[in-house]
T-cell receptor, first 110, second 115 residues
Framework: QKEVEQNSGPLSVPEGAIASLNCTYS??????FFWYRQYSGKSPELIMS????GDKEDGRFTAQLNKASQYVSLLIRDSQPSDSATYLC??????????FGQGTRLTINP | KAGVTQTPRYLIKTRGQQVTLSCSPI?????VSWYQQTPGQGLQFLFE???????NKGNFPGRFSGRQFSNSRSEMNVSTLELGDSALYLC??????????????FGEGSWLTVV
């Protein structure tokens, strides 16, 4: 079992709809969770961080964390073509070590 | 506030050579970590330094090494390059004071091609 798992996609969503990205992790002791966005040929850009169970909202983005189910998700409301990218789920496993999922490629169709 | 700066951005090396990549963290950040990204393996953790000490290391061979200087700048070195070392090498920085929880920011990366 991989430490952090994501559906690799591609995930195709119409413009204006909600995009839902999911991630599961295996280390039950993990405390910090991050979503990064990576455009082709670019470096990862931090979108959201979440540390507590529940929802955290920032603009059009909502991160959800359920530690009991070892599940993290990212919702993108009112999806825009500029949201088309690969979304990486990352779990901090101590001493600033991030373990990444393989990433979900998201395409927003105009 | 300047972000994480990596040099060089692009480089081509020959098998068997060595390479040194440089990273300047965000001002005030004391933790620097390095990652390798390839299409097949994704983003993988190489190592992390805090106050000139390596605190954590990923599952890479000893050909991959790094160091951190007193001003928090860091370098990583890959010796005896192999074709499979072709990758995007990313440096990331954070405040690093806590064991976990600090937000980690990435630089633009160094694209290494081994021929």
């Amino acid at each position: 079992q991989k430490e952090v798992e994501q559906n690799s996609g591609p995930l195709s969503v119409p413009e204006g709809a909600i995009a839902s990205l999911n991630c599961t992790y295996s280390d039950r002791g993990s405390q910090s969770f991050f979503w990064y966005r990576q455009y082709s040929g670019k470096s990862p850009e931090l979108i959201m961080s979440i540390y507590s169970n529940g929802d955290k909202e920032d603009g059009r983005f909502t991160a959800q964390l359920n530690k009991a189910s070892q599940y993290v998700s990212l919702l993108i409301r009112d999806s825009q073509p500029s949201d088309s990218a690969t979304y990486l789920c990352a779990v901090n496993q101590g001493a600033q070590k991030l373990v990444f999922g393989q990433g979900t490629r998201l395409t927003i169709n105009p | 506030k300047a972000g994480v700066t990596q040099t060089p951005r692009y480089l081509i090396k020959t098998r068997g050579q060595q390479v040194t990549l440089s990273c300047s963290p965000i001002s005030g950040h004391r933790s620097v970590s390095w990652y390798q990204q390839t299409p097949g393996q994704g983003l993988q953790f190489l190592f992390e330094y805090f106050s000139e000490t390596q605190r954590n290391k990923g599952n890479f061979p000893g050909r991959f090494s790094g160091r951190q200087f007193s001003n928090s700048r860091s370098e990583m070195n890959v010796s005896t390059l192999e074709l499979g070392d072709s990758a995007l090498y990313l440096c990331a920085s954070s405040l690093g004071g806590a064991i976990s929880g600090n937000t980690i920011y990435f630089g633009e990366g160094s694209w290494l091609t081994v021929v």
